[in-house]
């Protein structure tokens, strides 16, 4: 009932000051008397015990004369309901995120560990961007598309919850994971592309520099936010392999390249970001949501169907009502 209220418009909504008559007609009836014959009489006892029904009904004439007064008045006002239909044309952005799959991404600084808070933030900044399509690649030693661009959330986020580390080669290549999204971006006419690179090393292999990828992103008019993920000083971090393929985890000092990851966004339009906690790493995915906004051009077609019938029918009624009643049981004999 609320909602198609609130979806009400009056053609004639100057007719509704007419509204403005009822409390005066009130003020009248009920305050001034309404010119209401009275007589005196010694006592008022016997009078005080005769009460019909009639007597009981009769005050609530006036009450049904205001009804009928209001409810025509909004008839000639003629509510409508508007009915809105939106057309939503979205440019999006073409997005890549380029995560690190080497061994000391399984670090506990982070529970349970960087990898999973990684895969768990990601996909819920996927779940936000609508009209985007969003690609995956990955990268330790050496680096691959794990899922191509694509607009379906559902298969991205599907894709992020299958990585594991210890399927590549090991190492930390930086510059061949950034290069590996760009050539994600090569064929894109979308009028933004941006590379999300997130790590928590220094580049330590790979045939191409990282600074390299990063000009060839530029040129492409790619815009690349790099993310170093891991706190400051000591973490439980993998230090090898047994025979069985588990790790071996031992404490050492966390090392990110920050100033090789600040020149590469820098070099390309983006911004550095140092994710020490679990929330520093929301937050940072959230800055990058409100900083690629994607345009989004809405249409708005509204279309009317008049609704006065039904109150022009109940104000009949109403009027109708209070004839018969005045002219049969409440008939006013000279």
């Known amino acids: 009932m609320m909602t198609w209220m609130n979806d009400l418009e009056f053609a004639n909504p100057w007719l509704l000051l007419l509204l403005g008559i009822i409390p005066v007609l009130i003020y009248l009836r009920w305050f001034r008397g309404g010119g209401t014959a009275a007589f005196k009489v010694s006592r008022i006892g016997t009078l005080n015990s005769i009460r019909s029904w009639r007597t009981v009904i009769q005050p609530w004439l006036s009450v049904l004369q205001l009804l009928t007064l209001a409810t025509l008045i909004l008839a000639f ?35 349970p560990d960087r990898l ?31 899922c191509p661009l694509t607009t379906d959330r559902g298969v991205v986020r599907r894709f992020l919850a299958q990585l594991q580390c210890g399927f590549l080669e090991e190492g930390t290549a930086i510059g061949m994971g950034l290069a590996t999204a760009v050539n994600r971006l090569r064929h894109s006419d979308a009028k933004s592309k941006v590379i999300i690179l997130l790590t928590d090393g220094d580049n330590n292999t790979g045939y191409i520099q990282p600074l390299t990828a990063a000009e060839m992103a530029r040129e492409m008019d790619v815009k690349v936010y790099t993310v170093g993920v891991g706190s400051k000083g000591m973490a439980l971090t993998p230090q090898g392999k047994r025979s ?22 820098n ?14 790493l929301e937050i940072v995915y959230d800055e990058i949501d409100k900083l690629e906004k994607t345009e989004r051009e809405v249409t708005t077609f509204r279309r009317y169907s008049d609704e006065f019938s039904h109150f022009l029918k109940a104000g009949l009624f109403l009027f109708l009502l209070h004839t018969v009643l005045i002219l049969t049981l409440f008939r006013v004999y000279p």
């Not at 069985?244 to 966004?265: H, K, S």
């Not at 070099?267 to 520093?280: D, I, L, P, V």
């Open 77 to 111: 006002a003629r509510p409508q309901l508007a009915l809105k239909e939106e057309q939503v044309i979205a440019e999006g952005i073409d997005i890549v995120l380029a995560l690190d799959l080497s061994s000391s991404m399984l670090a506990q600084d982070f529970k």
């Open 116 to 146: 999973e808070v990684s895969k768990r933030v990601a996909a819920e900044f996927v779940s936000k961007r609508e009209h985007d399509r969003i690609g995956v690649v990955v990268f330790s030693g050496e680096s691959f598309t794990q």
């Open 267 to 280: 070099a390309t339009g983006g911004k550095y970001f140092r994710a020490q906690s679990e929330q520093a």
């Open 244 to 265: 069985d393929g588990t790790y071996v985890f031992d404490y050492a000092r966390v090392l990110i390249n920050e100033e090789l990851l600040e020149q590469i966004a």
